[in-house]
Structures are given as C-alpha cells and as structure tokens.
C-alpha cells in the first residue's frame, strides 16, 4: 500500500496543489486527471521519490519512502511523458538496456515476446529506433511493463502518441496488473475502461 499524507506542491511562487491526501492498495489503479499545469507530473514525481513535497509525506507500507531509497525504487516501474529510449539502439536493445537498469529479466526471448505483446513485429525489433513513428516509440518504451513484476507502476500520459489498438493492448494490461494484485497512477487525459471496482480517479485544480 501507498499513502500520501496531506502533500503540497509549489513550483515558484505558485501554488499548485495542498492538503492532498490518497492511499492506493493492492488492485486498484489510480487516474490522475486535470488541466495542464495542475501539477499531475509533480505529483507522480513526488511517488516516485524523485520530486520532495513542499510539505507532507509519502509511506509504503507505513514507512516513509525517503528513509527506503534503493528499497522503494525497488518495488516501483515508472515510466515518464518522455520516451525514455535512444534513437541508435533498436527496440530490443532499448528493452532490454531498460530492464537490465531496472534489475528485471531481459532475455532475448522475453524482449521479443514483450515487443510483439505491444504489437510490434519481429522485423521492427532490429532497426534503429529513429526511424520508427512516435506511436511505435511509445510502444517501445509501455513494453517495459510487459516485463515489470513490480507492485507499483506511475505512468504520466502513458496513452500519448498510441493509436486505438495500442490504447486497447495497455488497458488490457493494466486490468491483468491489478487483477494480480498489483496497483498503478496514471496521469492521463484518457479514460480508463477498467473493471468496477479498481478504478479510482484524482482530480486536481
């Protein structure tokens, strides 16, 4: 379980949000929505431990994530509004540089499986990543969560650039995610077709 205590988040002399409070528990998915600027990105930044609260805190499982450090990166896969790829690598190589980063199994035969789960052909998984659209690039890097055994995933604008069928392959995800026990934030736009019950939305502003 996640809990945020009574967080608040300045950028500047401007406020964007305070006295927020939320807890996630195993199987359900969190959807952060609000106009642009309303400090989404900052939020999932601050569960992510890469972003400290102008005051509040954040616990995993009743401990606060900045005395966890490595323990709490650990349990958590985020992926940010940004890529995260490099355009000289090809698909696998991008996957399986990620995962080996991350300390998940990134063998050949689990990229290839992970790529094609996101509907990107064997063909594609040799070239070099410039040369793909930017819906293939998000795809690229959402299939590291076809690899991801961990608890936690934060996701901003993870539906972005992705056409209707790649849209569908990541809820579709997401649902067996939680089904498992598993809990995600997702900053998004987009609604969220899962089943009742572990669904929850956070509006800000």
């Known amino acids: 379980m996640i809990e945020a205590i009574d ?5 500047g002399e401007r406020l964007l949000f305070s006295g927020l409070s939320l807890t996630i528990k195993p199987g359900e998915l969190l959807t952060v929505l609000g106009e642009n600027g309303s400090g989404k990105t900052s939020l999932l930044r601050m569960l992510c431990g890469l972003l400290p609260p102008a005051r509040g805190t954040i616990r995993w499982e009743g401990t606060d994530i900045g005395q966890m450090k490595e323990e709490y990166f ?5 992926i940010g509004h940004l890529h995260g790829i490099k355009d000289d690598l090809t698909p696998a190589e991008n996957l399986q540089f990620s ?14 499986e992970a790529l094609e789960a996101v ?4 063909p594609i998984h040799g070239l070099p990543t410039r040369v793909l659209s930017q819906g293939q690039k998000r795809r690229v890097a959402l299939a590291r969560l076809w690899l991801s055994t ?5 996701l901003d604008e993870p539906f972005a650039a992705l056409d209707d069928a790649g849209s569908r392959l990541l809820t579709q995800r997401f649902q067996r995610h939680v089904e498992r026990g598993g809990m995600a934030v997702v900053a998004t736009h987009q609604v969220v077709g899962l089943a009742a019950g572990s669904l929850r939305r956070l509006r800000l502003g």
């Not at 967080?7 to 950028?11: A, D, F, K």
């Not at 995962?99 to 290839?112: F, K, M, R, V, Y």
């Not at 961990?150 to 934060?154: E, Q, V």
């Open 99 to 112: 995962a080996q980063i991350c300390g998940d199994a990134a063998s050949a035969i689990l990229t290839s």
């Open 7 to 11: 967080l608040s988040c300045t950028r």
């Open 119 to 122: 509907g990107l052909r064997r």
């Open 74 to 78: 650990a349990r958590i896969t985020y």
């Open 150 to 154: 961990r608890d936690l995933w934060i």
